[in-house]
């Protein structure tokens, strides 16, 4: 049930908001990319949400940040592949590594 201003009663599970970001060779914007969705999301009244980096084979510092940010954001998780296999890939590996609970 709703209470007052749309927030969510304490007996009602709040809905999860995944968000799949395909990403490959993206160092430079990576940690800004994740510090944006996370403002945005935090501003979501009544859903928990949840970001979903896929690394698409990044041979450069993407995957290392990635790690880093994760360590200090449990809703953050990272999907690494071995190698690029294209963004439609990264984007459909997602729905069997999300953090559902």
């Known amino acids: 049930m709703r209470g007052t201003a749309g927030e969510i009663e304490p007996r ?13 060779c ?5 940690e800004r990319a994740h510090t944006e969705l996370t403002a ?3 501003g979501l009244r009544g859903y928990r949400y949840e970001l979903v980096f896929v690394d698409d084979g990044s041979s450069d510092g993407t ?3 990635l790690r880093r940010l994760a360590a200090a954001d449990a809703r953050l998780k990272v999907v ?3 190698r690029n296999f294209g963004h439609q890939i990264a984007r459909s590996s997602s729905p069997n590594t999300s953090l559902r609970r």
């Open 12 to 24: 009602e599970s709040p809905k999860l908001v995944s968000v799949v970001v395909p990403v490959y």
């Open 26 to 30: 993206e160092e430079g914007i990576v």
């Open 40 to 42: 945005v999301l935090r």
């Open 63 to 65: 995957g290392r940040i």
């Open 80 to 82: 690494a592949f071995s």
